[in-house]
């Protein structure tokens, strides 16, 4: 919690330019501070680890940014490569317009966990990008278990998305 | 009384033939919902239109299985499909035999176990896509005797309790009656132990038949707990050193206990749980018998399977 607390102090005091777009979103406010995603959710804890990464280190890549997300979860995670196409997750949706993405989820585990990062393409529309995200996600991918929230924030030229439990407490 | 008519309406035009006259044309006050109809009294979801693509991401799957694990080793491959519950409603080019074809061409090194002759609809639950236990002995006998692995086995048929509403009954607001869940016990079974892993991926021991499951969310839990990456069910009464790797999905739960009596140790994986890229921190590819049992279900929604 307190690596929480010190990313979402650093990140409204950065003023850096930053789209965002996902219905859990706060808009940008009028002084430019990087906006957090609200509220106490497993899918806002990770986004407000994403941004101020996303933003801030220049050295990042979508997998040391989806890396950096996963690094304190309490189970095992796997971070793997995707193109631009079929994405699980997204049924028979095509996702284009990154120029790559990694998908991330945990190494074995029943928990409905499913989150990408990408970087999109050069003058790529990253807020139309989310929103195509969040229109076509199926929250039970699998079939058999189903995540409870969706999560999707633009951080510079990054995206990150998740679908994920609300906790994983309980 | 007009949407009612307009369904029926519906319900003719789209199925035909045997289907036609086997659905009900009834609901009693109720409106079918997300592609669900009754017919024969059971509940059934309308098979949504095959997509190729998923078809062909499940074969490159399982092709990327053999090539990293399989290949090289005295593995025998072997494939089977479930039909889902309209299959046996409908006449004409099926999706899972248009998929099984598919696998078939794509696929040569697998050799393909034809599940249908053994399956109707009866051998489903009336409320939930599963197939019965207690109705697949013949399947796991065609499996096994396929695999060389068949055992005489005598089981005991045990009840579970509760009320069994599938998961197509929150669908309808006017439910059909429960279906009963039966399972299947056995001597060899008593004397097995399953290991797998829990939501965290720490490795915890697992009843063959969880009745806290079956009591919590989805009573199907009941067969080897649920949704599970990898489990591992050891037999010591079975034949030494003969083995199978049981690539599934929910549908495997019910049926790898009644393959036990012909193997010392049978693992499933299910792909949606754990990264196909990881298998070899949990799998020893040797000589085993490697089965993909998959629904139609599944197949057309490959893109789960990681």
């Known amino acids: 919690m307190k690596k929480l607390l010190t990313l979402l102090a650093l990140s409204a005091a950065l003023l850096l330019a930053l789209t965002a777009c996902g219905g859990s979103q706060e808009p940008p406010q009028e002084d430019a501070a990087i906006p957090v995603v609200l509220g106490d959710t497993l899918g806002a804890d990770l986004a407000n680890l994403f941004l101020p990464m996303a933003v801030t280190d220049e050295s990042a890549t979508v997998t040391s940014l989806a890396e950096g997300v996963v690094a304190d979860l309490p189970f095992e995670t796997m971070v793997m490569p995707v193109e631009p196409g079929l994405l699980t997750g997204f049924g028979d949706v095509e996702i284009t317009g990154f120029s790559e993405g990694v998908m991330f989820g945990p190494a074995i585990s029943t928990i409905p966990f499913l989150g990408y990062v990408f970087q999109m393409e050069e003058g790529a529309d990253g807020e139309a990008f989310c929103q195509t995200l969040q229109e ?16 999707a924030v633009q951080g510079g030229n990054y995206v990150f998305f998740l679908m994920c439990p609300t906790s994983l407490e309980g | 009384m007009r949407k009612l008519t307009l369904f029926v309406l519906a319900g003719v035009l789209t199925l ?6 086997a659905l009900d044309l009834h609901f009693p006050g109720e409106e079918p919902r ?5 017919a024969q009294s059971h509940l059934v979801e309308a098979e949504p239109t095959m997509l190729p693509q998923m078809t062909d991401y499940a074969a490159d799957k399982v092709q990327y299985i053999y090539d990293t694990y399989l290949a090289g080793t005295d593995c025998k491959g072997y494939f089977a499909m479930v039909p889902a519950k309209e299959a046996f409603l409908r006449e004409g080019s099926l999706t899972h035999e248009v998929m099984a074809d598919c696998f078939q061409r794509e696929l040569p090194f697998l050799t393909h176990l034809d599940l249908t002759p053994m399956l109707d609809l009866g051998d489903f639950y009336r409320t939930d896509l599963h197939w019965r236990q207690e109705k697949l002995v013949d399947v796991a006998h065609y499996l096994a005797m396929a695999m060389d692995a068949w055992e005489e086995t005598e089981y005991a048929f045990q009840a579970w309790e509760g009320d069994f509403f599938g998961t197509y009954s929150p669908r309808l607001t006017a439910p ?10 056995s001597e060899t079974m008593d004397g097995c132990t399953v290991t797998g892993y829990d939501l965290m991926g720490r490795v915890q021991t697992q009843p063959i038949y969880n009745l806290e499951k079956a009591n919590g969310g989805n009573p199907y839990d009941l067969f080897l707990s649920g949704p599970q990456g990898i489990q591992v069910i050891e037999n010591p009464q079975g034949p030494a050193g003969k083995e199978l790797v049981l690539f599934r999905d929910s549908f495997g739960s019910s049926l790898a206990p009644l393959l036990l009596e012909g193997y010392s140790r049978i693992t499933l994986v299910d792909l949606r749980y754990v990264f196909s890229h990881s298998l070899a921190d949990y799998v020893e590819f040797s000589d085993q018998d490697v089965l993909f049992l998959y629904s139609s279900l599944l197949l057309n929604n490959s893109l789960a399977l990681k």
């Open chain 2, 34 to 38: 997300e592609g669900i109809y009754l």
């Open chain 2, 176 to 185: 059909l009656a429960p279906d009963r869940i039966t399972y299947l016990t």
């Open chain 1, 136 to 151: 076509y996600c199926d929250l039970r991918w699998n079939i058999c278990t189903e995540a409870e929230e969706v999560t």
């Open chain 2, 16 to 21: 035909t033939g045997p289907a036609a006259q």
